[in-house]
């Protein structure tokens, strides 16, 4: 079972539509989550960090964590074009020498003008 | 704030040459840096894990004498592609470890990248 397992897609959605993308994770122990988006031959930007049960907003994006599920979301409002992109989950993992960031695969969101 | 800088961001070398690459944190004192290699349209995998004075810590499957690793500094890690192959062409980015203001947790930053070509 892979770490951190996402769709990979393609996910299609028009402009100005609700894209959903979600995560799962299997280290238990993880306390940190992030999302990371990431252009074509670009390095990973940081969108939204998550720590705690619940929801967080952060302009057009959301991010939801569900430990008990470990189940990590993230929802972009009113979708852009500028908002194609892989969107990359990550889990913070807990080792002996110090804290992994593991990495999903990604999901490739393409907004549709 | 946090920013990490990495250069070079583009290098072709021919086959059996070394390639160093640098990763700098600018503003801040990064403790732990982190060596990832993406191949097109793959995930980031996970290098090495380096940290200030002391032996990094490599992924299985790395090879920590083809990929060697220094952080001498707290603001500088470096990587050398040794006698680099075709095989080792790839999208090298660093990162460092900062603790978030408000959080209070570790955030990862992330390097421009270095895109390698061997020939």
Known sequence: QKEVEQNSGPLSVPEGAIASLNCTYSDRGSQSFF?????????????????????????????????????????????????????????????????????????????KS | GAVVSQHPSRVICKSGTSVKIECRSLDFQATTMFWYRQFPKQSLMLMATSNEGSKATYEQGVEKDKFLIN?????????????????????????????????????????????????
């Open chain 1, 35 to 111: 999302w990371y988006r990431q252009y074509s031959g670009k390095s990973p930007e940081l969108i939204m960090s998550i720590y705690s049960n619940g929801d967080k907003e952060d302009g057009r994006f959301t991010a939801q964590l569900n430990k008990a599920s470990q189940y990590v979301s993230l929802l972009i409002r009113d979708s852009q074009p500028s908002d194609s992109a892989t969107y990359l989950c990550a889990v913070n993992t807990v080792l002996e020498y110090g804290n992994k960031l593991v990495f999903g695969a990604g999901t490739i969101l393409r907004v």
């Open chain 2, 71 to 119: 952080h001498a500094s707290l603001t500088l890690s470096t990587l050398t592609v040794t006698s680099a192959h075709p095989e080792d062409s790839s999208f090298y980015i660093c990162s460092a470890s900062y603790r978030g203001i408000l959080s209070g947790a570790n955030v990862l930053t992330f390097g421009a990248g270095s895109r390698l070509t061997v020939l």
